[in-house]
């Protein structure tokens, strides 16, 4: 007779293994979408609502793995999927058919200044904890990463995803130190600063 092979011990992993193959159907359908979209298979309005729908989706299920996975590189590094559409289309955060316009542009400047400066607020107030600072990290790093303007050479990309490689290494309740909040905070005025810069150079 056969016998089942569970693959997790208790519930805790059976909850993982789910999420992670939330993931690995979400990945390998928006690669279909983006080949569908790319062969004119599918109408732009129709592609634009399911990418939209997907990369939602995407979002929340990610966040139930990140812990295992910082980065959405190194599940598809382990789990050896060819998806490159789909990567740049999570990377970009939106469907090819939105442009970042500049009403979306004002729209995630403001989105990234008021995540700096809660940031930058909670590590004043002694906040540590890495669940009261991840998301916001990772909330940031995403938006700066959406904005056409910030050049591939912003010092934030590097400094903030160290922070969000740091974070996404600590238990939920684990804090960081204060020589780490102190370093953080310089570190996020410094990102801050030259924000600024940026948006004051293009005007």
């Known amino acids: 007779m056969y016998e089942e092979v569970r693959l997790w011990k208790n519930p805790r ?24 979209y790319i062969k004119d298979l599918v ?56 442009r970042d316009d500049r009403g979306n542009m004002g729209k995630s400047i403001a989105e990234t200044v008021s995540l700096f400066i809660n940031l930058m607020d909670k590590l004043k107030l002694n906040i540590r904890a890495n669940d009261m600072l991840q998301t916001d990290v990772r909330e940031l790093l995403d938006v700066i990463n959406r904005m056409n303007l910030i050049p591939s050479n912003y010092i934030g990309r590097e400094k903030i995803s160290k922070w ?29 600063n030259d924000f600024s810069r940026l948006l004051s150079s293009n005007g």
């Not at 992993?13 to 569908?36: C, G, H, P, W």
């Not at 910082?70 to 939106?94: M, N, Q, S, T, W």
């Open 13 to 36: 992993e059976r909850e993982t293994y789910d999420n992670m193959a939330d993931v690995f159907s979400i990945i390998t359908t928006l690669q279909a979408l983006e080949k569908a």
């Open 43 to 98: 109408e732009p309005a129709e592609y634009t609502k399911h990418c939209e729908k997907l990369l939602a989706k995407f979002t929340a299920a990610f966040r139930q793995i990140d812990s295992e996975f910082p980065k959405i590189e190194d599940f598809v590094h382990k789990y050896k999927l060819d998806c490159p559409a789909a990567l740049l289309r999570i990377r970009e955060g939106r469907p090819i058919t939105v």
């Open 164 to 192: 969000l490689n740091i974070l996404a290494n600590m238990n939920a309740a684990e804090e960081i130190t204060e020589e780490q909040a102190r370093q953080f905070q310089m570190d996020l005025e410094i990102c801050y």
